[in-house]
């Protein structure tokens, strides 16, 4: 038994379904996953460079194309209630806030126990990208919020904005 296999059957035991989906929670946090094509299912829908307000399947034998407008009534047709995504992307992004601090505090508790720097770096590196998650999240019920889903340039400024007033108490526009 190489060392390979043997770490390969440890591994095949440990993780997990919420280990996947955790890797594929970073993915999309770091790599901007695309959504599928809805017509081949085996490609992702692609910003096309000459035009922004489309987007096209990256499959070289499909090769549809969408307009962000058309998307946009395909959400509402499927008859998701905006307002139930927008509780659950909320609800999830505050426990993916909890879970970076409390991330954070034991980390940084055995970092201090351990008197290792290196493991306090760690620490914010995994909080780092569990906050970008949470971010995300947060970002997604705002734009189900104002119904600004589809749009050619994202609204991240005005996000930002309306999130610090929510944070400093102001009226909200």
């Known amino acids: 038994m190489g060392i390979g296999s043997f770490l390969s059957a440890r591994l095949a ?4 379904p919420e280990h996947r989906s955790f890797a594929a929670m970073t993915g999309t946090v770091l790599g901007g996953a695309h959504a599928a094509c809805p017509i081949c299912r085996r490609g992702h ?10 987007r096209q399947c990256d499959d070289p034998a499909c090769r549809a194309t969408f ?3 058309e998307m946009g009534r395909t959400f509402a047709i499927e008859g998701a ?3 139930d995504l927008a509780h659950e992307a909320r609800r999830q992004a505050l426990v993916l ?5 409390l991330l954070g505090v034991l980390a940084a508790a055995w970092a201090v126990f351990a008197q290792s720097w290196l ?3 760690g620490a914010v590196l995994l909080c780092t990208v569990v906050l970008a998650s949470a971010l995300v999240q947060r970002y997604r019920a705002w734009q189900l919020d104002q119904g600004r889903m589809f749009e050619a340039r994202a609204p991240f400024g005005a ?3 309306a999130e610090l007033n929510g944070l400093l108490g102001r009226e909200r526009a």
């Open 81 to 83: 209630d905006v307002r």
């Open 159 to 161: 996000f930002l904005i």
């Open 67 to 69: 307009s962000l407008a």
């Open 13 to 16: 035991r440990r993780v997990g």
């Open 45 to 54: 829908l692609r910003p096309d460079p000459a035009a922004p307000n489309l």
């Open 97 to 101: 806030f909890l879970t970076a601090v």
């Open 119 to 121: 493991t306090l770096l």
